[in-house]
């Protein structure tokens, strides 16, 4: 890709974020539009519309980027949970590593790749038309002394990285326990899920649950609470599964961790999930059939994997115009047309791997629902590992392989060529990730903050409906997808670790984006997002295993660039910093993520001993026997009947997806 094409990319995000910049900051001040900007305010937002002069509403203000940007993480963690905290601190954990990386990259590493002959000269006049890959170490001489600097440069950012992931690590896990100190005893604390209970003739799951705990947990076990389920004519069913209540969180803690019979499959214990954030389908699923369900979602994966390479292979064409024009010749015309050729190469394709991806984070989602989880959180946590890995398999390495390593899968194979495949190849795609990340990252984030679709509908629900006000008792704010906004940012970080000792230029538009998501997304929360489910920032480990991965990928690609650029002892010298990589991963794996699997006892028992003398708790264990309301015990709800076809529908798919295996 040549310069003028890549500017002009920018130039069309750039001009789409000014414009839903503007227009956000005008209709959030139009009557009837706090359903869709401010759903979190809405009564506040009306006083303020009746205040507002008329004039000022169809003036663009910037109040509410300083507002955002002087939000506070406390008054963060007051609002929105210690989720939204941490899912800040993964943006400004990157805006570090990209300040840092950027002023290494930009003063040092960039003028060693413009003044290098490699490729060619570099010459101001013939900037726009001059190909990219003179900014990227493609351009370095081979042999040159100059690629010292990318050999410091690369452990510089390891150890800088290392540094601020173990110093995260751990002012994370004393936040998840200053948080379980403070917060309020929430019914998760004290109670398990039981399942695969088993029932003796002429008994009930309701006995059984409470012969078996009080003989073992005498003096702990409160009481339970039987899952049941209706069938197809809203009859309820038997569903050998049970919330079982406890009087302290440490006798929760055991009770949710131990084997409880000889049979594995037979009183399966594990921690429950707060009462809103339960997913009630799947309750009766077997043993047998939640293990079906695992290999039937990984050959969906993997054929939703496959299938998504034909788009990925259509985007590659319309980058490489030479090779569209063999196949497509009566196009020749059309793209010998400067701007047409700019905005094919530069713009065109992004977005249309962008539409495409859009349809992926509601197939993971969908994908992890049936995988057996039985809380949102679990579920959301899944799919975003799930729409990571698609994204660095299918966005990164199928872009990175579809040009002339493709054609040589036999090479690819070979394990010892893979460094030197990935420092061919990389570079070269350094002009369509640059693109991707405005398109992607600028573009897309701030048509988040514009809400268009959600625009849409409020001005058909006014035309449609008599009344053009909604019902403020109806009305529920928006949660935030985690599993659709971290995997995009982890992305976005992947990209940056490993570009920037083969493309600082690559470095600015990161930075751009990750400013950008700071102050849009701590606007959201504090207007639009409202906390559905709490896991006390157990995303975190997922943010501290694709930044260890990005690590490595570097390291192995500075492998094979070395190795190519004839420097040979800066190819040795890269093989220590992998090992030293991964001994650091093992060292935090041992030391911090336990902190994120359970509690310590120290923590539980400290936290049961402070509750004993509050007086708010016995109100609280009644109320605790109530938490869980079952869907199949209410059907004339509206609500629940809705949750419990749901679950029907969930049940009908999923026995539709065994058979066709």
């Known amino acids: 890709m040549i310069v003028s094409a890549l500017l002009t990319s920018v130039g069309i995000n750039s001009g789409l974020c000014v414009l839903f910049f503007t227009l956000y900051s005008i209709l959030r001040k139009q009557p009837g539009n706090s359903y ?19 004039l000022q509403r ?47 990259g930009l003063f040092v590493l960039l003028p060693i790749h413009a003044s290098g002959t490699q490729v060619a000269t570099f010459v101001v006049a013939d900037i726009p038309s001059v190909t990219l890959d003179l900014f990227t170490i493609t351009n370095v001489n081979s042999g040159s002394k100059w690629l010292w600097a990318h050999c410091v440069s690369v452990y510089l950012v390891t150890g800088f990285v290392c540094f601020l992931l173990y110093h995260e690590y751990d002012y994370i896990c004393s936040k998840r326990v200053a948080y379980f100190y403070s917060s309020k005893p929430r019914p998760r604390q004290f109670t398990i899920l039981v399942r695969g209970i088993p029932v003796r003739p002429g008994s009930s799951i309701s006995k059984s649950v409470d012969s078996f705990f009080m003989k073992y947990y005498p003096s702990t076990y409160l009481s339970h609470a039987v899952i049941h389920r209706t069938d197809s004519r809203w009859h309820r069913v038997e569903v050998r599964s049970a919330f079982v209540f406890f009087r302290s ?46 290999v039937v979602i990984i050959l969906t994966y993997i054929l939703v994997t496959i299938l998504f390479l034909l788009p990925v292979l259509l985007v590659q ?16 015309d059309i793209l010998s047309m400067k701007y047409v050729r700019q905005t094919v190469t530069g713009y065109l394709p992004n977005l249309i791997l962008l539409l495409f ?44 392989l579809s040009g002339s390593v493709f054609t040589q899968l036999s090479e690819l194979l070979d394990l010892k060529n893979v460094p030197s495949k990935l420092a061919v190849s990389v570079p070269a795609q350094a002009s369509f990730f ?20 959600q625009l849409i509908q409020s001005l058909l629900q006014k035309c449609c409906c008599c009344s053009s006000e909604n019902n403020d008792d109806e009305y529920e704010a928006p949660y935030i997808r985690y599993h659709k906004e971290i995997p995009k940012i982890l992305f976005f970080g ?53 930044m260890i991965f990005s690590l490595l990928l570097m390291h192995s690609i500075a492998l094979g660039i070395f190795t ?73 709800q509206l609500s629940n009947t809705d949750g419990l076809r749901f679950a029907n529908h969930s049940d009908n798919l999923t026995d539709s997806l065994l058979l066709s295996i």
Request: charged share 15%.
């Open 36 to 54: 869709v900007y401010i759903p979190r305010h809405t009564h506040v937002e009306k006083e303020i519309e009746r205040s507002t002069h008329f």
């Open 58 to 104: 169809l003036i663009p203000t910037p109040t509410w980027v300083r507002t955002a940007w002087k939000l506070s993480e406390e008054e963060l963690l007051s609002t929105s949970g210690l989720d939204a905290v941490v899912f800040i601190r993964i943006i400004t954990f990157s805006l570090k590593i990209f300040l840092f990386t950027g002023a290494l």
């Open 249 to 294: 969180r440490y006798g929760a803690a055991i009770a949710s961790q131990l084997q409880q019979s000889e049979n594995p499959t037979e009183w399966v214990t594990e921690k429950a999930p707060d009462p809103d954030d339960v997913y009630w389908p799947f309750f009766q699923s077997s043993f047998l059939k939640r293990w079906l369900l695992k």
């Open 317 to 332: 064409g319309l980058t490489n115009l030479s090779q569209l024009e063999v196949f497509f010749p009566f196009l020749q």
């Open 357 to 400: 991806l859009l349809l992926i984070p509601p197939v993971m989602e969908f994908l992890a629902s049936i995988q057996g989880h039985f809380s949102q959180s679990t579920i959301q946590r899944s799919a975003c590992s799930k729409f990571l890995w698609f994204m660095i398999w299918n966005i990164f390495f199928a872009n990175v």
């Open 434 to 453: 640059i693109a991707y990340v405005v398109t992607s990252g600028w573009t897309s984030t701030s048509s988040d903050l514009f809400r268009i679709i």
């Open 494 to 546: 992947l990209l940056g670790i490993t570009y920037f000792f083969l493309a600082p230029l690559m470095l600015p538009f990161l930075l751009v984006y990750f400013s950008l998501a700071y102050i849009i997304f701590k606007n959201q929360f504090i207007n639009v997002y409202s906390p559905k489910f709490e896991t006390a920032g157990k995303f975190w480990p997922n943010v501290h295993n694709s």
């Open 564 to 636: 190519l650029k004839k420097l040979q002892m800066g190819s040795t010298l890269m093989i220590p910093l992998p090992v030293m990589t991964l001994l650091f991963n093992e060292y935090c794996r041992k030391r911090f993520l336990p902190n994120f699997l359970a509690y310590s006892v120290e923590n539980l028992i400290k936290r049961d001993s402070k509750d004993a003398n509050d007086h708010e708790m016995p109100q609280f264990f009644d109320q605790l026997i109530t938490a869980y309301k079952d869907p199949a015990l209410s059907p004339d």
